[in-house]
């Protein structure tokens, strides 16, 4: 029980890890736009505390499962190539369409979007993935630079906002690293859509 405590406490203390601020811009060319493109870049992140570059940690992950038997490794780098489009982009889209659609406000974020005047670019900057032993865990982080520009003039950046530290976690056990991401990914879609009800949207 003891540890049981110890666990929760742990977990908890990641609940209000978040920190998302604005670095440039402001919100006001938001207030009549309905419909928001959205495009994911992973092109240059790192993770873990010692800052692997994305191939690094693929390596490293393969290798060490490997060695546990079998080819859990190579199994697992399927996954992990396939996390981003299955997992992480549609777990942000959800959750930020979901608090517009609680809140009755007409607002749309969706990949693709032809020929709207904005687009947000959700560039990731780091990962942790946390892990979860059953009784002790610790959540997945996530953090990420929210940069809307223009469609058609990419390099006019009319709102910046940095989200350092998304916790990504579920009730009960969540074994999966890709997961734990998502998860971290939701949060920030949670929090940077109700940042932007509270300043554009209100």
């Known amino acids: ?8 406490l742990f977990v908890s203390g990641y609940a209000f890890a978040q920190d998302m601020k604005v670095t440039n811009g402001n919100f006001a060319f938001l207030k009549d736009q309905t419909k928001i493109n959205v495009v994911f870049d992973y092109s240059d992140f790192t993770l873990m505390k010692d800052n692997k570059t994305e191939a690094q940690y693929v390596e490293d992950r393969i290798n060490d499962l490997n060695e546990k038997g079998g080819s859990k490794g190579d199994i697992w780098k399927k996954k992990w190539t396939s996390a981003k489009e299955t997992i992480w982009n549609l777990k942000f889209l959800e959750l930020a369409n979901h608090i517009y659609f609680k809140e009755h406000v007409d607002v749309a974020f969706q990949e693709d979007f032809k020929n709207v005047p904005y687009t947000l670019i959700v560039k990731t900057v780091w990962i942790y993935p946390g892990w979860d032993a059953g009784v002790m865990k610790q959540a997945a982080k996530v953090s990420t630079i929210l940069k809307f520009v223009e469609t058609n003039n990419q390099e006019n950046v009319m709102l910046e906002i940095t989200s350092n530290e ?9 074994f999966s690293n890709e997961s734990r991401i998502g998860e971290g990914y939701a949060k920030t879609a949670k929090s940077m859509a109700k940042l932007l009800l509270r300043n554009a949207y209100k």
Request: aromatic residues 6%.
């Open 1 to 8: 029980m003891k540890k049981l405590v110890l666990a929760l």
């Open 166 to 174: 998304a916790p990504g976690d579920q009730y009960g056990n969540n």
